[in-house]
């Protein structure tokens, strides 16, 4: 199961920046071709994160993410639009299966020399049958610019994030209503306790990274390394909605109905011995814009013809409590260039 540390304490957006992957492909097909190109990118990554494709605010929240496998289909149009698909496989023993997809598209500017930027929409579609290891969000917004015109680039990136989850627990529970004399009356029946989250997080990332270029004697072969430090900045607002009602039998139903003063004993029995049920509680938690967490990205890429592997490590310094303050988040992804 996905469980979120930070975003519980107050939560938040990924550690794959958009503007990574991205901005080297545009750079491969530039060295090797004299005008920019329409192509297909296809690829598998093994990670342990299964949030936003883009957002480096949501993965870094979770404390036990699982390990995925997430094959993908990109088209990127040479004017800088694409669109891509991407499903994410938990390899979980036997609750291994598909856990959610994703679409996402884009739009990527990468011409000028000093500038680039981008901005991404990504929508989140849950397999219902393993909704609990998924991401509970639906929608993320996300944009980017970094300035290439410095010996280190400085980056900023804002992500917006929205999306809902419902948990049901059933169980089974007696009420005892003592009757002197007559002996005491035991009533089964079934207690369902829903718990509805709505989350709604905005998060700005300030990044400064420097790309090392290293080509090699092959033709057509060269490698690229981008470490950078990372600094998330998040405001989190989540609303929570708790109903705990209770269901019975029809024929203790009807036998309710039929006694009107046993019933009314039954009501103040079963507040007494069941406080809060048949209830509806809830609360809205809006969280402060704060520095929540600072990070090491470290990126290698190396590049074969049309191939490439790309591993990259996230490390995650959290700030604001003095528990599960490290954590490390990886990807090791390969995919080939179709043009």
């Known amino acids: 199961m996905i469980q979120f540390g930070h975003a519980q304490k107050n ?10 992957i991205e901005k080297e492909l545009d750079d491969f097909l530039a060295i090797y071709s004299n005008k920019n190109k329409s ?11 299964q949030l936003s494709v883009n957002n480096v605010a949501l993965n870094a929240q979770q404390l036990n993410p699982g390990l995925t496998l997430s094959p993908s289909i990109e088209y990127f149009h040479k004017l800088g639009l694409s669109i891509s698909y991407n499903n994410f496989l938990l390899i979980n023993g036997n609750n291994s299966g598909i856990v959610q997809h994703s679409i996402n598209s884009g739009y990527t500017y990468s011409k000028n020399k000093k500038f680039d930027f981008g901005i991404f929409y990504t929508h989140f579609i849950n397999n219902p049958s393993l909704s609990q290891y998924a991401s509970p969000y639906k929608h993320d917004f996300y944009a980017y610019a970094t300035y290439n015109h410095l010996f280190i680039q400085p980056s900023m990136a804002i992500g917006y994030s929205t999306g809902n989850y419902r948990e049901i627990i059933k169980r089974n529970e007696q009420l005892v209503i003592a009757r002197p004399f007559r002996g005491d009356t035991t009533i089964n029946f079934e207690i369902t306790d829903s718990l509805s989250i709505r989350l709604q997080d905005f998060s700005n990332i300030l990044s400064f990274r420097k790309r090392f270029l290293i080509e090699s ?9 981008t470490p950078s430090i990372m600094m998330l900045f998040i405001k989190n607002d989540y609303e929570v909605e708790y109903i705990s009602y209770s269901e019975f039998s029809p024929r203790t139903q009807i036998f309710l109905q039929n006694q009107p003063r046993f019933a009314e004993i ?9 406080p809060g049920l048949n209830e509806t509680r809830g609360f809205l938690n809006s969280g402060n814009y704060t520095l929540q967490s600072l990070g090491i990205n470290l990126d290698f890429s190396a590049y074969y013809g ?3 592997v790309n591993p990259r490590i996230y490390f995650d310094y959290y700030l604001l409590s003095s528990e599960n303050k490290f954590n490390a988040f990886f990807s090791l ?4 260039l179709i043009n």
């Open 266 to 274: 039954f009501r103040r029995e079963l507040s007494r011995q069941f």
């Open 217 to 225: 004697n092959k033709a057509r072969k060269y490698f690229v390394f």
């Open 39 to 49: 192509y297909l990118h296809a690829s598998v990554s093994l990670n342990n994160t």
């Open 306 to 308: 049309k191939f490439y």
């Open 11 to 20: 939560a938040d957006s990924s550690w794959v920046n958009a503007d990574s």
């Open 333 to 336: 992804q390969t995919g080939i």
